[in-house]
């Protein structure tokens, strides 16, 4: 077995249905997953076992695809550097990657990027899947063009949503992941906040702004079993018509992401870290284990090589450009608009000719989110008019750029 992995033993399995006991690292109370409007996720069991969503698929993916980045050096780690990926740049500054982007390769910022031929990558995705008005998906060719591009969107799931793109091809996840929590009960405790300098809020010094002690209160959770779930559809895997090789690698690439996160802190928030409790299980096949780190390593490590010719390049570099987004300024403007230093290479006001004389404009290049809002009404107090402006910059800005960066949920 050459190879460090014999994947002969998978090669009549549906799929690989792997899970872990988890334990707090310390104590016995644990932070799951939290979602707007809803809070934790808890729900009952016909027979009344009180359940916890610890963390969702969702962010499991993102977990998952963590391990495989350095974030310090802006690259993949070392045993993927020769894995195909699309990285974005803005000049010659590395700006993300469709690792981290949320929605891979159909992200805002690579979709709205140029490629190093000079084409849009809408145009680009196009011609490549030859996306055509009336025509069906060529889903053979699609796959094929995602593993040279990109693997992991063919483990995670990538959907090309725009309707720029014709057909709007959508890969759902072969790799899932969650982690539940059986037989929960809450543990209520809280803090303050404390000031210091100032005990008391005054006027003009709000508590919403940081000021004065602040109580608040916190839900936690203790529970009798925590398991992680790990579901690698192999079927789906095999369903892209892809080469052995290239087949055998996302059969690698999974179980190594599955092995990376398992042997890592799994430090999911401040008071959420678990370590292994009693081993790996496998539940199906239940005659298979999940090899040793190295195994997998070398498994990769040839899987890369073989198919190497496969790859459009190692990274696909890719050039973001932001776009301007313009929002009129009141004629009253105060003599001096305040533009934070943090925001000076994004923000600007601008005086534009108008039909009665002059206008002046306040641009923001990039997208903006609501932490920029409240830098900006930061350096403008107590100029409601001007705040109103910023808000309906902010607006413009979400119709640009949509708000993938600030949801959890993924479509995919």
Known sequence: MASGMDFSKLQNAPRLLIEADLQPIQGTRFQPTGFPDLGAATYTLHDGTEMLLVESPQS???????????????????????????????????????????????????????????????????????????????????????????????????????????????????????????????????????????????????????????????????????????????????????????????????????????DSDMVLRTNCKFSLEDGIRFKEPKDYQLPELGALIEALKNSIKQCKSLFSSVPTTVTWSPKPVTVELPPDLPASLAIPESLADHCRVETKKAKSGEKKVIVFEGPMDNEDLEVLKAANPDQETLHKAFGKLLEASRKVYGEESDSEEEPT
Request: charged share 25%; glycine share 6%.
């Open 60 to 262: 499991m993916a993102n977990r998952l695809e963590e391990v495989c980045w350095d974030r310090g050096a802006s690259t993949p780690v070392k045993e993927l550097h020769e894995l195909a990926y699309v990285q974005v740049k803005i000049g010659n500054k590395f700006l993300t990657s469709s690792w981290l982007e949320s929605h891979r390769l159909a992200s805002a910022f690579i979709k709205d990027s140029t490629h190093a031929n000079g084409k849009g990558m809408v145009e680009f995705f196009c011609e490549e899947f030859s996306l055509r008005k009336n025509k069906p998906l060529d889903w053979a060719l699609i796959y094929r063009k995602i593993f040279s591009l990109d693997p992991m969107c063919l483990l995670h799931g990538v959907f090309f949503a725009d309707k720029k793109w014709p057909g709007q091809p959508k890969v759902p996840r072969a790799l899932s992941a969650f982690i539940e929590a059986a037989d929960v009960m809450r543990a209520q405790s809280g803090g303050v906040k404390k000031d210091d300098v100032s005990h008391k809020t005054e006027e003009g010094q709000k508590a919403a702004e940081g000021y004065g002690h602040v109580p608040f209160p916190r839900t936690e959770f203790t529970a009798k079993r925590i398991t992680a779930y790990f579901h690698i559809d192999l079927r789906q895997i095999r369903s892209y018509g892809l080469s052995p090789e290239a087949t055998n690698l996302l059969i690698a690439l999974a179980l190594f992401k599955i092995r990376m996160w398992l």
